[in-house]
């Protein structure tokens, strides 16, 4: 089955505890990013990858880290938590960069609460 | 830059009743269009598409026309059921430079009663 894991799916933390969200997609994708989910906002991309190890800020970069070692897997750190990265985080994947009619796959969502 | 704009929910609805949700972008070029739904406690999952202009996406009864003239991609559904209770997020996406910019609206939920 097609599929983005991600992993954990909640988690609470303290502020400054270094953390990692990792995301794993089995179809081959070139294209990952991390998007986060606050109300009232919609959702907004913090890092992209066009592939393996190429990786690009998005829009809330601040305060994330990523990596692209693998194809398949697309890790989100963050190296400090802080209360205002509380939030729900989701990872997808999609086909070739250069193809803007293709859909995203999307994770299930990792709820983060830093206190 | 590229934008989404949503009508601002939440929207509540009797079962059967006919549904829209207005969706307006603004965009540089030519992008493709995109209605997501979120399922409480899950990610988003594609409902339908267009990539060009005057293409009609449909899926589970769901349709939106892709209207270049007036920048719109408004979803609508004839008769909801309480299981199409959900966020509904219209997208869109743009090349630029071999980057797929993928940009959200702000989502609308969408509440079905019985």
């Known amino acids: 089955e097609a599929q983005v894991t991600q992993n954990p799916r909640y988690l609470i933390t303290v502020t400054g505890k270094k953390l990692t969200v990792t995301c794993s997609q089995n179809m081959n994708h070139e294209y990952m990013s991390w998007y986060r989910q606050d109300p009232g906002l919609g959702l907004r991309q913090i890092y992209y990858s066009m592939n393996v190890e190429v990786t690009d800020k998005g829009d809330v970069p601040e305060g994330y880290k990523v990596s692209r070692k693998e194809k398949r897997n697309f890790p989100l750190i963050l190296e400090s938590p802080s209360p205002n990265q509380t939030s729900l985080y989701f990872c997808a994947s999609s086909l070739s960069p250069g193809r803007s009619n293709t859909e995203a796959f999307f994770g299930q969502g990792t709820r983060l609460t830093v206190v | ?114």
């Open chain 2, 1 to 114: 830059g590229d934008s989404v704009t949503q009508m601002e929910g939440p929207v509540t609805l009797s079962e059967e009743a006919f549904l829209t949700i207005n969706c307006t972008y603004t965009a540089t070029g030519y992008p493709s269009l995109f209605w997501y739904v979120q399922y409480p406690g899950e990610g988003l999952q594609l409902l339908l598409k267009a990539t060009k202009a005057d293409d009609k996406g449909s899926n589970k009864g769901f349709e939106a026309t892709y209207r270049k003239e007036t920048t719109s991609f408004h979803l609508e559904k004839g008769s909801v059921q309480v299981s199409d209770s959900a966020v509904y997020f219209c997208a869109l996406k743009m090349n630029s430079g071999g980057y797929q910019k993928v940009t959200f609206g702000t989502g609308t939920k969408l509440q079905v009663i019985p």
